[in-house]
């Protein structure tokens, strides 16, 4: 039994429920298959509509 | 993204994807594969000596194979986390090569050709599935061309091209004036070789290779072997040389692309593919328009599209102000054709609908706003995970439980639930990490009555 709580996608959305959940004081495993987490997020230039800088 | 790989309460496995889930909700079990980087993630600081060296260059999937990286490297510059990885596929050792440079400039000891996979154990009470969404493959629209026309990209090519990270520095050079730009770089390398060798033959003859061959032409010195050999050689330079400066000359009138087209609704809106509307992908096309004036002012944008979908708070305001300040055109009309035109210029075909006229106008750059396509793999984890996917392929969830699977305790977020702007996607992670909580809860809730 455990209270653990899995994510499976580094993306914008994996990383923000993660951290919402570790923040709370979950344990949480975030799975990624590519060799970092960020998605496509982290390839964007800037994102509207304030453009600010993606990373 | 710094704080995920610093936070305590989270265990990050990268470069990892799961195998089985068993057990139901408040107790599955999950038996994850990490794939075998070679390289130790508690030795590796990330430095980068490693790759500095490595003699194998691949394109760079993170710039969308628009610019390169070595065999062993890191996903992207900032990636967390940043330990690096050697590409199997291309990695000289891996491949029963003599190599191992890597690990001669690792000074952490962090290379191990001989490092396996593992396969790790998890048990957890609740998923949360955030596997996001395929950039649609524009080639499944052949009247666009996409794949023909070097200078066709899509919108998130244009991102790593507006990058001041990514593989042009941020300039706006089109793909056909680079791959021109990489012949030249080849051939400048062939002539320095053959330039070499033709050196060889004036040193021993003590004469300029074209005099030479001036006299060689006419018929000076037939049966003379030693000098039909470096004829040969002067030729082989010369069918190298030439069409060398002829390239220089073309690349020297290049300029950054200046006049650009976004194509709206590419997979999106269309019933061969999807008929879903992908939601940001106008207001994608605007920002890019926008940032490209910022590059350089006389930039100008025409945003082709059925409607332009600005729908959000202040996100008309932003469509207006392109318009306004950035020299953005927005044209009522599907885009029927592209062709190409004289210097590697698409030429859009299109359908004005306020003018009710069918036109055709050139430009330097064309950009297709490609829909928010499911993720390739969804059907594979739909099936370990055992939920379903919708008529979209989408994971499915209900009207009223927009975060719910159909498997109680597996929970979706972000553009694996449908199309979304990242805000959206940040509100539906937050809410789906509220739903994984009260399954723990409510799991142990349950155990204590019984
Ligand atoms: C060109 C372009 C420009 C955009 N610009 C903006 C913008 O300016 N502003 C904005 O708000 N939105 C923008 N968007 C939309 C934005 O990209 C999405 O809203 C956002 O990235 C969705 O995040 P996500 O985490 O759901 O998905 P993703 O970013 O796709 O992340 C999913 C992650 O899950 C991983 N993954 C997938 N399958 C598995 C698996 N089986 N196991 C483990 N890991 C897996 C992937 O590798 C990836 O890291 C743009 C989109 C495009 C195409
Ligand atoms: S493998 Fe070694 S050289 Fe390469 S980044 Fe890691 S520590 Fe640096
Ligand atoms: S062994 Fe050679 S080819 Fe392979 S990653 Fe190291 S340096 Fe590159």
Same mark, same amino acid.
């Given at each position: 039994m455990s209270r653990d709580i899995l994510v499976i996608g580094g993306g914008i959305a994996g990383i923000q429920s993660s951290l919402d959940l570790a923040e709370m004081g979950f344990k949480v495993h975030l799975i990624e298959r590519l060799p970092s987490i960020g998605g496509k997020m982290a390839q964007l230039d800037k994102t509207f509509p304030t453009n600010d800088c993606a990373i | 993204m710094l704080d995920v790989g610093r936070h305590p309460n989270i265990e990050l496995l990268a470069y990892s994807e799961v195998e089985k889930v068993d057990g139901q909700a408040g107790d599955f079990r999950v038996t994850v594969r990490r794939k075998a980087r070679y390289v130790e993630e508690d030795k590796c600081t990330g430095c980068g000596a490693c790759k500095e060296k490595c003699p194998t260059i691949v394109p760079d999937a993170f710039n969308e194979w628009l610019g390169e990286r070595k065999a062993i490297y890191s996903w992207f510059a900032q990636g967390i986390p940043s330990t690096h990885t050697i590409d199997p596929a291309h990695c000289r050792q891996l491949n029963g @090569? @003599?190599?191992g440079v890597c690990k001669k400039g690792c000074k952490a000891d962090a290379i191990n050709f001989d490092q396996k996979e593992r396969i790790v154990e998890l048990n957890v009470a609740a998923i949360i599935v955030a596997t996001g969404y395929d950039v649609f493959a524009?080639?499944?629209? $052949?009247?666009?061309q996409y794949g023909k026309i070097?200078? =066709? =990209? +899509?919108a998130i090519e244009f991102e790593r091209l507006l990058s001041a990270s990514g593989p042009t520095g941020g300039h706006l050079d089109r793909p056909s004036d680079r791959a021109i730009e990489a012949e030249i770089e080849e051939l400048e390398k062939k002539a320095n070789r053959s330039q070499k060798v033709i050196a060889k033959f004036e040193e021993q003859h003590g004469e300029a290779s074209g005099e030479f061959y001036a006299r060689y032409e006419k018929g000076e010195y037939s049966g003379d072997e030693e000098r039909g050999k470096w004829a040969e050689k002067y030729q082989e330079h010369l069918a190298i040389v030439e069409p060398l400066k002829a390239l220089k000359k073309k690349a020297g009138g290049f300029t950054a692309a200046k006049r650009l087209a976004f194509i709206q609704c590419v997979g999106s809106r269309d019933f061969r593919f999807y008929p879903f509307c992908s939601g940001y992908c106008c207001m994608h096309s605007i920002k890019e328009a926008i940032i490209a004036h910022e590059h350089g002012s006389e930039t100008t944008s025409a945003i082709f599209g059925m409607d332009i979908r600005a729908v959000g708070k202040g996100f008309e305001e932003y469509k207006v102000r392109g318009g306004n300040n950035s020299n953005i055109r927005y044209v009522r009309g599907r885009v029927a054709e592209i062709t190409e035109g004289p210097n590697n210029n698409p030429v859009v075909i299109y359908e004005d609908t306020r003018e009710r006229k069918v036109k055709d106008e050139e430009f330097d750059l064309v950009i297709l706003a490609t829909a928010c396509a499911p993720n390739s793999g969804v059907k594979q984890l739909a099936d370990l995970l055992d939920i379903e996917i919708d008529n979209f392929g989408f994971y499915k969830t209900s009207? !009223?439980? $927009?975060?719910? +699977? !159909?498997?109680?305790?597996i929970f979706v977020c972000g553009c694996a639930h449908g199309p979304m702007d990242i805000p959206e996607s940040v509100a539906q992670a937050s809410s789906a990490a509220a739903r994984a909580v009260q399954t723990v809860t409510a799991s142990e809730q349950m155990r204590k009555a019984s």
């Open positions: - | @090569k @003599k190599c524009p080639s499944r629209i $052949p009247e666009y070097a200078n =066709v =990209v +899509t009207a !009223t439980q $927009p975060l719910d +699977t !159909t498997r109680p305790g």
